[in-house]
C-alpha cells in the first residue's frame, strides 16, 4: 500500500501487525531514517541489520530472519540499508509465504517506477512504501517544530523557518543541530524549553558558514598547505574551533548518503544533479571531487572522529585551535593518500 503524506505518522506510531514489509524510497533518506526510527520506537523493538548482497545470495534468508524468534525474547525487525534489487525475489516471497514473527524494514533511496520491490510493496496490502522527499516552505516548517517536540524544544514557525533555511532543509542535519541547541539552553522532553534565536546565535546551524565551511572543505580535499595557512591566522583565544566542527559534520552528511548512492551503482553526475538548489553553484566542483575521493567506510570514520572531537572541545578545558588544527590535518593527511 502507499499511505499519504498526511498518514504516514499514523502508519509509523501505530504500526498495523499486519504489516510484514516497509519500504521507505526517495531522495530524501534522513527522513526515510527518521520514520524507520519511529517506526521501531513504536515497535518496541530492537533493529537486526542484513545486507542486500547477502540476501541476493540467499533470498531464503530473509524469511528465515523474519520468521525467527529472539534469543532474548524481546521483539525485533529487521533493517536492509540501502536496499538495492538484490532483495526482490526474498520480497516477493516474504509476501507471499506465512505471517513471519517480525516485519522488515527496507530504507531504499531514489527508486525508479518500474522498481520490482517498488511495484510489490505498493500493490500488497501487507507491505507499505512511503516516498520521502525533501520538504519546502511550511511543510520544512512542520518539519522543525516535529523534530524539535522530541529533543524538549518549543519553537515558533519564524524560528522553525530559519532553521530549515540553514540547514538546507535536510531533517537528519536538523535533528543534529537541535540536539546540540536543546543540550545549550538544558532542554528535555521532561523539561520543554522555548528555543529562541539568542541560542542559535550562540551555537546554531547558520553560525558555521563562509570560513569555516572552508576549513572543513579544504580538509576533506587534502589542501595541507592551504589549510595550514588558514588555521594559524584563527585567534588564538577564539571560539571558532565548534562552528568548523558543525561545518564539517554537515557537509559529511551531505557527503555520506550520496557516497553510498554511488557505491550501489549511481552515476557520479545522477547524485550531483539530485543535490539540486541545496548545493551552491559555486560548491559542486570541490564536492564532486570528495564524492570520488572518499569512500562511505572512511566517510563514517571521520563522522566518528568528529563527533568526538565536538564532545572534547565542548567538555574539556583542552585548547580549541590545537585540537581543531591537529584533527583538520588529519583528515586532509588521509586524503592526500587516496
Given at each position: 500500500m502507499k499511505p499519504s503524506k498526511q498518514s504516514i505518522n499514523r502508519a509509523v506510531d501505530q504500526p498495523n501487525p499486519e504489516l510484514r514489509f516497509y519500504l521507505f524510497h526517495g531522495p530524501d533518506e534522513a527522513q526515510s531514517r527518521a520514520l524507520a526510527d519511529r517506526l521501531l520506537g513504536a515497535l518496541g523493538a530492537t533493529k537486526f541489520l542484513m545486507a542486500a548482497g547477502a540476501i541476493g545470495g540467499d533470498p531464503a534468508s530473509l524469511v528465515d530472519e523474519a520468521s525467527a524468534m529472539s534469543l532474548f525474547g524481546g521483539k525485533r525487525t529487521v533493517w536492509i540499508e540501502p536496499a538495492t534489487k538484490d532483495i526482490e525475489e526474498a520480497v516477493a516471497a516474504l509476501l507471499d509465504?506465512?505471517?513471519?514473527?517480525?516485519?522488515?524494514?527496507?530504507?531504499?533511496?531514489?527508486?525508479?517506477?518500474?522498481?520490482?520491490?517498488?511495484k510489490l510493496a505498493e500493490a500488497s496490502s501487507q507491505a507499505l512504501a512511503f516516498a520521502s522527499y525533501a520538504p519546502?516552505?511550511?511543510d520544512a516548517e512542520r518539519m522543525v517544530i516535529d523534530v524539535a517536540r522530541r529533543f524538549g524544544l518549543k519553537i515558533s514557525p519564524a524560528v522553525a523557518a530559519r532553521l530549515a533555511d540553514s540547514s538546507g532543509n535536510d531533517q537528519a542535519i536538523v535533528a543534529q543541530e537541535l540536539q546540540k541547541l536543546a543540550l545549550y539552553i538544558g532542554a528535555s522532553p521532561q523539561m520543554p524549553r522555548e528555543?529562541?534565536?539568542?541560542?542559535?546565535?550562540?551555537?546554531?546551524a547558520d553560525s558555521a558558514e563562509g570560513d569555516f565551511q572552508?576549513?572543513?572543505?579544504?580538509?576533506?580535499?587534502?589542501?595541507?598547505?592551504?589549510?595550514?595557512?588558514?588555521?594559524?591566522?584563527?585567534?588564538?583565544?577564539?571560539?571558532?574551533?565548534?562552528?568548523?566542527?558543525?561545518?564539517?559534520?554537515?557537509?559529511?552528511?551531505?557527503?555520506?548518503?550520496?557516497?553510498?548512492?554511488?557505491?550501489?551503482?549511481?552515476?557520479?553526475?545522477?547524485v550531483m544533479t539530485s543535490f539540486g538548489k541545496t548545493l551552491f553553484w559555486k560548491d559542486k566542483s570541490k564536492v564532486q571531487r570528495m564524492l570520488t575521493k572518499w569512500s562511505a567506510d572512511d566517510l563514517a570514520t571521520i563522522a566518528e572522529r568528529v563527533g568526538k572531537l565536538e564532545r572534547s572541545l565542548m567538555f574539556s578545558p583542552a585548547p580549541e585551535r590545537e585540537?581543531?588544527?591537529?584533527?583538520?590535518?588529519?583528515?586532509?593527511?588521509?586524503?592526500?593518500?587516496l
Amino acid at each position: 500500500m502507499k499511505p499519504s503524506k498526511q498518514s504516514i505518522n499514523r502508519a509509523v506510531d501505530q504500526p498495523n501487525p499486519e504489516l510484514r514489509f516497509y519500504l521507505f524510497h526517495g531522495p530524501d533518506e534522513a527522513q526515510s531514517r527518521a520514520l524507520a526510527d519511529r517506526l521501531l520506537g513504536a515497535l518496541g523493538a530492537t533493529k537486526f541489520l542484513m545486507a542486500a548482497g547477502a540476501i541476493g545470495g540467499d533470498p531464503a534468508s530473509l524469511v528465515d530472519e523474519a520468521s525467527a524468534m529472539s534469543l532474548f525474547g524481546g521483539k525485533r525487525t529487521v533493517w536492509i540499508e540501502p536496499a538495492t534489487k538484490d532483495i526482490e525475489e526474498a520480497v516477493a516471497a516474504l509476501l507471499d509465504g506465512p505471517a513471519p514473527e517480525n516485519p522488515v524494514v527496507a530504507i531504499g533511496g531514489p527508486l525508479p517506477k518500474s522498481s520490482a520491490m517498488l511495484k510489490l510493496a505498493e500493490a500488497s496490502s501487507q507491505a507499505l512504501a512511503f516516498a520521502s522527499y525533501a520538504p519546502e516552505g511550511a511543510d520544512a516548517e512542520r518539519m522543525v517544530i516535529d523534530v524539535a517536540r522530541r529533543f524538549g524544544l518549543k519553537i515558533s514557525p519564524a524560528v522553525a523557518a530559519r532553521l530549515a533555511d540553514s540547514s538546507g532543509n535536510d531533517q537528519a542535519i536538523v535533528a543534529q543541530e537541535l540536539q546540540k541547541l536543546a543540550l545549550y539552553i538544558g532542554a528535555s522532553p521532561q523539561m520543554p524549553r522555548e528555543l529562541d534565536n539568542a541560542a542559535i546565535d550562540d551555537v546554531g546551524a547558520d553560525s558555521a558558514e563562509g570560513d569555516f565551511q572552508r576549513l572543513a572543505d579544504l580538509a576533506l580535499g587534502g589542501e595541507m598547505a592551504e589549510l595550514a595557512e588558514e588555521l594559524a591566522r584563527l585567534p588564538a583565544g577564539g571560539s571558532e574551533a565548534i562552528p568548523v566542527v558543525r561545518s564539517l559534520q554537515r557537509r559529511l552528511l551531505m557527503l555520506a548518503p550520496a557516497r553510498a548512492r554511488i557505491e550501489r551503482g549511481d552515476r557520479v553526475d545522477a547524485v550531483m544533479t539530485s543535490f539540486g538548489k541545496t548545493l551552491f553553484w559555486k560548491d559542486k566542483s570541490k564536492v564532486q571531487r570528495m564524492l570520488t575521493k572518499w569512500s562511505a567506510d572512511d566517510l563514517a570514520t571521520i563522522a566518528e572522529r568528529v563527533g568526538k572531537l565536538e564532545r572534547s572541545l565542548m567538555f574539556s578545558p583542552a585548547p580549541e585551535r590545537e585540537g581543531l588544527g591537529e584533527e583538520l590535518l588529519a583528515i586532509a593527511r588521509k586524503a592526500r593518500s587516496l
